[in-house]
């Protein structure tokens, strides 16, 4: 039984390939287009699903689209009558595709593929919910789902059995906790849909002085956490902005220009609304706990890449394990959808063992063994060395100890945003140098934005306070005391980026200025050569703690194949670039002709 899920067309658009309910195959079109958060029909992640599958679109029994385009239709003709005519505009700039393609999806899904077979429509956070349940190590738990908007429904609560959700509660447009924080994404200067992570990292800096502000003017915030949004600030109504002239009035001015400096007050706005989000977070969890009286909570929708409030839930909330489905945005929904029709649809049978789940570590992205690898290298007379498996271990590590930047390039991509050891860059965590370093000459980003450590599952409550697993890099954890260092008076007194020049721990490259770290626990399940990379670099220097960020730069999706890693490697600083077995020097690489000047192009105060 092959079950294609698709979502598309809002932002990053994604396909999965289920068969007999097993994940086989999921990926982001970004992936293969090169185009960041690419919203375009996935028909590069649908054929990489079906290669990986071995079929064609004829031996497809079922496709699911993620959400309901009709129903999303009439929310926003319902949402410009109700503006008009204020949201012209924009209305005109929308129509067109909806009457083009978005309306006749079917049509297009059955053209397109060439399949003649049935294609179901769920409803948008019934797909987030499914991404959720389905896939998680639970055979019951509640659900919440947080995203901006999927037709009508923002947010979204109930109960996961066996092989069924239900939804018991809905919040609707326009009251969002997605667009809310959104808003404020927009108005400290980041990009709605891909920098909201940014303003999270960045709200550590800042204080909640506006906190009490947004909670008495733009929102009327109730116990158990529903709300209503004063919509006289905002404009993503039926404007073309997220934010209005009285938002800014609000708020002591327009917002922040993209490379304009950051100012105190915009880092004490982020920390506000990242305040906001926790605390509306936390309501919804303590309500839903109080009316399912469920032990395991399992969470969706791209909220739920806020890593600080998903740690809060289960730091402060009733609930005994949580579970974050970890492409929890809208390419998840393409396995939500998938694995809900599998489930609930064709009542397939679902038992969980109550510990593992199905997400496989999600590498469930394209592979490239050592043939193709050396294929490449040689057509483009590349030098490199080969090595085994043991001493290219030994020599990486060596080079890690000696400050180098590592390209690290294994096994299948990850599925969802976050970079797990397969497509990383990697490098030393006791560096106070290497979080500069990393941002400003090999990312060419903010030099703001924290990383994350991969640290080894056994090892991990020795270094961080946490008593679980984080497979996924969804929750944060306090470095542990006894690691950190004490501040001076003056260091104390810093402010706004000035903070960031603190060394905090036995660990800087990877503390953040809060003294915490969104932490990746690796199991030898999971992923067993980046485990066996971490061991052997604990065994010899005594630490089970890596650096790990994303193999790309600013602006640009996470590599998917070698021949991208390699220029990614040529056009950043990285000192070594690790393909599968493969270990390529840059002192013995040539100048890539005619290319672009990347440090320049994306060159940061």
Known sequence: ????????????????????????????????????????????????????????????DYIAFYDKPFLKFERILETYLTYAPAGI???????????????????????????????????????????AFFPSPFQEAAFITLDGVGEWTTTSYGIGRNNEVQILAELHFPHSLGLLYSAFTYYTGFKVNSGEYKMMGLAPYGEPKYKDLILSELLDLKEDGSFRLNMKYFDYGAGLT???????????????????????????????????????????????????????????????????????ILREGPFERIWIQPAAGDAGGALGAALLVWYQYLNNARKTDGLRDSQQGSFLGPEFDGAYIRNFLESRKIPYTELGDGDLLDKTIELIEQQKVIGWFQGRMEFGPRALGNRSIIGDARSPQMQELINLK??????????????LLEKASDFFEIDRESPYMLLVAPVRRELC??????????????KLKVVRSSL?????????????????EDNPLYHLLISKFHEKYGCPVIINTSFNVRGEPIVCTPEEAFLCFMRTNMDYLVLGNFLLDKEQQKPLEGDIDWAAEFALD
Not at 26 to 34: G, N
Request: aromatic share 8%.
């Open 242 to 312: 997220m934010t209005n002239r009285r938002f800014e009035e609000l708020f002591g001015g327009p917002p922040r220009s993209p490379e304009a400096p950051l100012t105190q007050r915009i880092m004490d706005i982020a920390r506000s609304a990242q305040e906001v989000t926790e605390e509306i977070m936390l309501r919804v969890a303590r309500q839903v706990y109080k009316e399912t009286g469920q032990q395991n909570l399992c969470l969706a929708g791209g909220v739920a890449l806020n890593c600080v409030g998903n740690s809060r």
């Open 508 to 524: 800087p490259a990877v503390t953040h200025v809060d003294y915490s770290a969104r932490l990746q626990t690796v199991s030898r």
């Open 485 to 498: 260092r004490a501040l001076t008076e003056e260091e104390k007194n810093r402010h706004g980026l000035e």
């Open 89 to 131: 505009r924009s209305f005109i700039k929308a129509m067109p595709l909806w009457v083009k393609q978005k309306l006749w999806l079917k049509d297009f899904i059955t053209s397109e593929l060439g399949y003649t077979g049935k294609i179901l429509f769920p409803e948008h956070h019934e797909s987030h919910a499914a991404s």
């Open 1 to 60: 039984m092959n079950i294609l899920g698709i979502s598309a067309f809002y932002h990053d658009s994604a396909a999965c390939l289920v068969q007999d309910g097993k994940i086989i195959a999921a990926a982001q079109e970004e992936r293969f287009t090169r185009k960041k958060h690419d919203l375009s029909f996935p028909r590069n992640a649908i054929d990489y699903c079906l290669k990986e599958a071995e079929i064609t679109p004829p031996d497809l």
């Open 442 to 455: 090999i990312k060419f980003r903010e030099s703001f934005r924290p990383f994350a450590p991969s640290v």
